[in-house]
């Protein structure tokens, strides 16, 4: 068999195909010397910059590495945040030193009954530190409570002062009750009905005594001091001989109505007699027996003479200047 190069290269046809794989083995190798070089000392690898102060805190928006999500534990969609209303000056003002008055939730009720910024005043208290209980506790707006706490702590007080003693309790006939006017179906809505409005009855006092705005015993100058101070406080004062549905207690309510008019209807009336007028007076003690005042007036005899046992005149001789009758025929 006879051997050359040109029978070589047509026995091995890709020995040139192995020549240029082994001139890339070749390159790739020093490339891979150049690329592990060591860097020299002193060469620092730069670093992002930092995250600013004023940048938000970032939140993940996925579950944590190594933590799965539940099925069906999505969170929905937060709704619009509801914030609570904000108490009113009304009600930053009448504070526990006023006034005992929790307040209460807004009530809005058929037919505009109702009403907003309620309380419900259990007591006032009085400049000493003295409370004046309020029985049973009255569901108003504030600033209805906040006038009757200011009444009882400034003109009833000085009033009870007056008096030689203290105000203690307030009797309350009736405060918000969703009805018309005088509890009559289809009336205008009452004071009543707004939370606005406050019936009293009386007033008790430290040393037992009770004054009863309407009594007519209770002396009528006192009667009329609480009727001056109630009329120059609220704009509706209603009492007796204003209609008989207040014949025994005082109306008061703060009702604005145009050019700020203002009712005050409550009659004083003046103390019952102690003896009643319609029975008979004592008889006098000159006056004549009661048989001889009884008798008729048709009497012949000019006067009448008491019954003495005498022998009373004979009635049959004429008088001597008159003259005899003449007989008839």
């Known amino acids: ?55 938000p805190a970032a939140t993940p928006d996925g579950p944590a590495a190594g933590q799965e999500t539940p099925v069906g534990t999505d969170k929905p969609a937060a709704g619009p945040v509801v914030t609570a209303p904000q108490p009113s000056a009304c009600r930053l003002a009448l504070t526990e030193a006023i006034a005992i008055a929790p307040s209460l939730p807004d009530i809005h009720g058929p037919g505009g009954c109702g009403g907003e910024d309620l309380v419900r005043l259990e007591a006032v208290v009085l400049p000493d530190k003295l409370k004046v209980s309020v029985k049973p506790a009255a569901i108003l707006r504030c600033a209805m409570a906040s006038a009757i706490a200011d009444w009882i702590r400034t003109d009833m007080a000085r009033l009870a002062k007056s008096l030689g003693s203290v105000v203690t309790d307030l009797d309350n006939f009736d405060s918000f009750e969703c009805r018309g006017r005088n509890r009559i179906v289809g009336a205008q809505l009452s004071e009543h009905g707004r939370a606005n409005a406050l019936d009293v009855r009386s007033l008790k006092l430290a040393n037992g005594r009770s004054i009863s705005l309407t009594d007519r015993t209770v002396p009528r100058d006192l009667r009329e001091s609480v009727l001056r101070s109630a009329c120059a406080r609220f704009s509706t004062v209603l009492g007796p001989g204003s209609d008989w549905y207040h014949e025994d207690h005082i109306h008061l309510d703060l009702m604005e109505r145009r050019n700020d008019y203002r009712i005050c209807q409550w009659n004083v009336w003046d103390p019952l007699p102690q003896i009643a007028p319609l029975l008979p007076a004592a008889r006098p003690d000159g006056a004549p027996p009661r048989e001889v005042a009884a008798r008729p007036d048709t009497a012949k005899s000019d006067s009448v003479a008491p019954e003495t046992g005498e022998d009373k005149p004979s009635t049959d001789k004429q008088p001597a200047d008159r003259p005899p009758a003449k007989k008839r025929r």
Do not use: I, Y
């Not at 068999?1 to 082994?22: D, L, Q, T």
């Not at 001139?23 to 620092?44: D, E, H, I, N, Y």
């Open 1 to 55: 068999m006879k051997f050359s190069a040109g029978n070589a290269r047509r026995k091995w046809p890709c020995r040139g195909r192995g020549r240029g794989e082994v001139a890339m083995v070749t390159v790739a190798a020093l490339l891979l010397a150049l690329c592990g070089k060591a860097s020299p000392a002193g060469t620092t690898v730069p670093l992002p910059k930092p995250r600013p102060v004023e940048a």
